[in-house]
């Protein structure tokens, strides 16, 4: 295989998936934020960086002219909060500037990062790629946004595309599930709601493999597919799971769902206009809200693809790299 760009390879999916097509022998190109610092250690050094905005077309095209295949991960996704017009900028422009780039240097393969999310709010539980779309935040709205947009250009251009729909990702260099790990460690993880909302954990190299799959099958031009774990479980259940491994009593203080909600709404249209990142947004509690259950059937069946990580020993890894980071 030629030269493969990642996109935000050196956020936290980005830098497993460059370590490992590094450690498969592949030359990277990473398009990445100046200042971008995770991943840093392991990967710098090994590939190419180039440095830029995906907001900017011409950062875009210097950074695709060459390679062979573009797995696009950038997103907005660590900002939770409601600034409109950069969440549209960077995953919906940002996303139409690698398809414009892609199509013009004559990319033979774009593998594009959707989420879950797109599906939102799941009432029919496990949900699967037909699943009616159903985004409940600025994130996967404008996600949704961006995949939609990928499909007409494949349509239109017959760009050779794959989208993964990863399922919620944990595992080592996770920052994002930390605070449920932290929490729970200091005593002070508390319930919003009753804690029997359904969860399902993606663990990284898992989803990885799932991405280089999409990559390199010829079924999976043209398909979306979720990718993730084998499994979901209550809240609750995970909660007393991540409890056992840390050696701490299960958490089992719960505080009302609607106030909390109330407040996070009332958070978002306070700082919004201000410009200000809320304290509290409504997608953090929609962790404790929405269900997310999936169906892997499609892409076990089209590409093949097994998770291997149990989630005892996915969370056993997560929480040794946590602690080995002085992070927990
Ligand atoms: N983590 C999950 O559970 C999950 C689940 C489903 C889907 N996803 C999707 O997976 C992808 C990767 O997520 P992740 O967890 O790895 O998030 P991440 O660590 O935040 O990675 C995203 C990267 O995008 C970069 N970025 C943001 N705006 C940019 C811009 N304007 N120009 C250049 N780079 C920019 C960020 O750089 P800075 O940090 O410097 O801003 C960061 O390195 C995203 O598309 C996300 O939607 C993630």
Redesign the pocket.
Known sequence: MGRVLVT?G?????THLVRRLLADGQEVRVF??R??K?GEASTDGKCEVQW????HFSDVEQAVKGVEKVFH??????KGGSDKADAYA?NVE?TQNVLNAAKKYGVGRVVH?S???VHGDVQAIPAHEETPFNPTDLYQET?LMAEQYVWKFHQETGLPISVVR?I??YGPEDL?MLKLFRTIKKRQFIYIGPGKVLFHPAYIDDVIEGFLLCASHEKAVGEAFIIGGDGYLPLHDLVDRIAAQLQVPAPSLHIPLRPVEWLAGLCESVCTPLGVEPPLHKRRVSFFKNNRAFSIEKVKRVLGYAPRVSLEEGLKRTIRWYEDHELL
């Open positions: 935000g050196k956020g936290f999916l980005g990445a934020h200042g971008s995770q830029g905005d995906i907001r991960l950038i997103s907005n996704f660590r960077v940002g990062c989420t879950i999310g996600k990863p919620s990702l994002r």
